[in-house]
């Protein structure tokens, strides 16, 4: 009789071969947005080739990296604290070699080598495919560095390992590097030129992650609405394409809906959106797909035209207005979130005064909120004294995040008698009891676990609230049940 091998318990057996076939200790610590956690996966991907798995014990690590983020001072500094929790390590284990990679890695590139001694290697987030030779280097004694920024999209070709991952959800790289050159924002020094993947690779890996079992996708770029593939090359470049490229070219709305198409069953979200960037095809597209999640990160970063200009964010603060009324007219359910900076140079109380009325106006479901961090090379920095009080900052910061928990807290209400589709992504932090996933608009949902398991698409009537947090019970499994 011929023996036939399944092809997905065949994929999974030549994993578990190479894995077993490593004998290096990869440990790797990731900070800040979702891209590097996503960059990550394609670290220990590339290395896992090359002899390397990895490991949650920081003591047994043979190589350590650290994914770094630069979009503030606290985020630098956090990193270097654990620059000397490794220090105190690697007296134990002297043969541990240590790597700084990601935004911190290209904004200080050989500096890096310099101040922190021990510090082996420095790997800008275009250049993990280098990190093989640049590892031999290190072990060869000497100090490695490769910070060159690509012109194409970087790591279309590679699946990514997830780390620590649920089985549930799981990011899908899309777009990289920013071109919208914000004065307080450090991206478009450390991650290059916006560049988009191929859109086949995108389709591809979306598939092969519902074949091993995942359910929800985040698509995810520095700014997903720029999304633009005519055949590769900068979006810049994009007017020097072929008549054919333009004609063909497949933009970000498009590109949703070929993946909701792709697989029905699954959950798409996305992250991060432009408001200057964000169009009607794409707000149209979410409406039409009821596998793509009702949920929109939309950062303004200040309600004040006066500031908007100054931060060289490309829209007024009513062009803002009108596209938040674009969204709750075609899909009223629909959760917003924000960025807000404040105490950004020369602001006055009339400029945060303006935040605040943006804020009552839209009333956000979360939000991610900082009082202002100068960053060495931005526009910002060169141009703009930092000229707000540090005490300042901080009151206003205060009532901006007291308004978000109010505004959270109005949102979250709406929910209440309601009965929606959670997909469970986990057991409840506060209760072994209960489960924890989320629903369309991205609302945090708890409940009892009864019969049900992580990966259920469970139909949750909600029943009470915190100011962030539904707590409700399990009616059925929902629609997207497969």
Known sequence: MEKVIDESVQGQTLVQDKQEQNHKKLYIESYGCQMNFSDSEIVASILQKNGFNTTNELIEADLVLVNTCSIRDKAEQTVRKRLEKYNAVKKHNPKMKVGVLGCMAERLKSKFLEEEKIVD?????????????????????????????????????????????????????ITRGCDNMCTF???????????????????????????????????????????????????????????????????FANLLEMVAKAQPKMRIRFSTSNPQDMTIDVIESMAKYDNICNYIHLPVQSGSDRVLKKMNRLHTREEYFQLIENIRTRIPDCGISQDMIAGFPSETEADHQDTISLME??????????????????????????DVPE??????????????????????EQHL???????????????????????????????????????DYVMVEMKDCTSATLIGEAVGYGPMQA
């Open 121 to 173: 290697l420095v790997v800008g987030p275009d250049a993990y495919k280098d990190l093989p030779n640049l590892i031999e280097e290190v072990e060869s004694g000497r100090n490695a560095m490769n910070v060159i920024l690509s012109k194409e999209e970087t790591y279309g070709d590679i699946s990514p390992v997830r780390l620590q991952s649920n089985g549930v959800s799981a990011f899908v790289s």
């Open 185 to 251: 924002c450090v991206v478009p020094f450390t991650r290059g030129r916006e560049r988009s993947r191929d859109p086949k690779s995108i389709i591809d890996e979306v598939n092969d992650l519902w074949s091993k079992g995942f359910k929800e996708i985040t698509l995810l770029g520095q700014n997903v609405d720029s999304y633009l593939w005519y055949g590769g090359g900068l979006k810049k470049d994009f007017k020097k394409a072929s008549p054919i490229q333009q004609a063909t070219a497949v933009n």
């Open 361 to 386: 106006h839209v009333k956000y479901d979360f939000g991610f909120m900082f009082t202002y961090s100068e960053r060495p090379g931005t526009l910002g920095a060169k141009k703009f004294k930092d």
């Open 391 to 412: 005490a300042t900052k901080k009151r206003r910061l205060q009532e901006i995040i007291d308004l978000q928990q109010k505004h959270s807290r109005f949102r979250t």
């Open 417 to 455: 008698g309601k009965i929606q589709e959670v997909l469970i992504e986990k057991e409840s932090k506060k209760s072994d009891l209960q489960w924890s996933g989320r629903n369309a608009q991205s609302t945090t949902v708890v409940f009892p676990k009864e019969h049900y398991k992580v990966g």
